[in-house]
């Protein structure tokens, strides 16, 4: 008996981050994304450090040994989590993806988007990066493209108003 195949490549080659279709973001959100995780961890712990000194209630080192623990976790895998980040643009619409463990992608129909913003904070502005905020008409989808450059931020911005507002897709 013939089992049927799938249509489509498998969800291994979709995700694959060494593909050459897909696109990489830049190295610099690895720097931008270290920082942030040292201040919302180290902050946490020396208020717990100063907490675990300042009261006789010793269990409190113990959670601030989970926190410096989380935090080093976090900044361990951070490389291969913006290694993961990438997107793909097809003739109808934009793919993202996104994760490790738990993968993710984003498809974005060009005749569904409402509008495309280019947003940079000031660690992004520092590093010399920028992030692509894409939202639709179901309203459901609001996709990220962090750490982009900016020149190729404002391409993608160009490119994708122009084809969401040549493929409005009925509305």
């Known amino acids: 008996m013939e089992t049927a195949t799938p249509a ?5 080659v979709l995700f694959d981050p060494d593909s050459p279709q897909w696109r990489r973001v ?5 720097k931008v994304r270290l920082i942030l995780i040292g201040i919302w961890s180290g902050v946490p712990i020396i208020g717990g450090v100063v907490a675990a000194i300042a009261t006789p209630y010793r269990w409190i080192w113990l959670i601030v040994g989970l926190l410096a623990l989380g935090g080093l976790w976090s900044a361990s895998l951070n490389g291969r989590r913006v290694r993961a980040i990438g997107y793909l643009e097809r003739a109808d619409d934009l793919l ?3 994760g490790l463990f738990i993968r ?4 974005v129909p060009y005749g569904r988007l409402q509008y495309v913003d280019v947003t940079a904070g000031p660690l992004d502005r520092a590093f010399g990066i920028a992030k692509l ?7 459901s989808l609001d996709a990220q493209l962090p750490g982009l450059e900016p020149e ?3 391409r993608l911005r160009d490119r994708l108003s122009e084809l969401g507002n040549s493929r ?3 509305l």
């Open 8 to 12: 489509g490549p498998p969800a291994d």
């Open 26 to 30: 830049s190295p610099k959100l690895i």
């Open 96 to 98: 993202i993806r996104r």
């Open 104 to 107: 993710d992608m984003v498809v």
């Open 133 to 139: 905020d894409l939202n639709t008409a179901a309203g």
């Open 152 to 154: 190729e931020a404002a």
């Open 168 to 170: 409005m897709a009925g």
